[in-house]
């Protein structure tokens, strides 16, 4: 049975309640300052006590490592000469040549060979493996084997302009795709990005576009300005939030 006013009755003259008795004061806690939450100098440490470095993860030569170990040997450091540029601006991190990515022993040949910085293969190679590669064997049935590729390093401004920002190709971390190579029979099959043949062409291509939405920061192919219109271009270009996205 609920019980109401049970407060009041532990306050009246013949309800009140026996406190406990006082905690022995040597019982009591220490008062004891909190440990400060600015790691410690390492200077200051005893020298076995120092923290280790750690290799850097996204250093050129354990990203170039990676990509080999996963696409196969036609990934190879960039001439560094050839990825030089007059202007300073145009410095591109970690440059790969990439002529071809192995995926489950089907080489992915780029025509021509693209430099890009390793981080942008690496993304490149992951999405050609996880997004294009399966909706290629689920609308056609055929493997992919080669990109029409363009725009990887160029010096240059967005959208070729002669003022404004950088363009990501700049620092080699963006990539143009003109048309998609299938296996098939005899010279294969172009699926060209600004004028597919059919309906099927059609879908996978706005499938491959909709899926570089997620994968890349930049997505932009025909129908969104005349500079895209018979490529689709891809960036990892650096933004306010790592979600943010433009997809046009």
Wanted: hydrophobic content about 40%; some cysteine.
């Amino acid at each position: 049975m609920e019980v109401h006013g049970a407060e009041n009755d532990s306050q009246s003259g013949a309800g009140i309640r026996a406190l406990p008795p006082p905690r022995p004061v040597d019982l009591h806690p220490q008062q004891q300052s909190l440990p400060s939450s600015k790691p410690a100098d390492p200077s200051a440490l005893p020298a076995g006590a120092r923290p280790a470095e750690l290799p850097n993860p996204e250093s050129g030569a354990a990203c170039l490592a990676g990509l080999r170990a996963l696409y196969g040997m036609r990934v190879r450091a960039a001439d560094a000469d050839a990825a030089k540029s007059q202007d300073a601006a145009c410095h591109v991190e970690s440059p790969v040549l990439v002529e071809a990515l192995e995926m489950e022993s089907v080489p992915v040949v780029f025509e021509p060979p693209v430099t890009l910085s390793c981080e942008m293969a690496a993304k490149a190679a992951e999405f050609l493996s996880i997004s294009v590669q399966p909706l290629a064997k689920g609308y056609f049935g055929r493997d992919l084997v080669g990109l029409r590729a363009g725009g990887g390093l160029e010096c240059r401004r967005r959208n070729r302009a002669a003022t404004g920002p950088l363009s990501e190709h700049a620092t080699g971390r963006a990539l143009d795709i003109f048309a998609f190579a299938l296996a098939g029979e005899p010279g294969g099959m172009k699926v060209s990005v600004e004028r597919p043949e059919d309906t099927v062409q059609q879908r996978f291509l706005l499938a491959v576009r909709q899926a570089a939405c997620g994968a890349f920061t930049t997505s932009i192919g025909p129908g969104a300005d005349a500079a895209h219109a018979n490529h689709l271009h891809l960036d990892i270009q650096a933004r306010r939030s790592p979600s943010t996205r433009f997809c046009q």
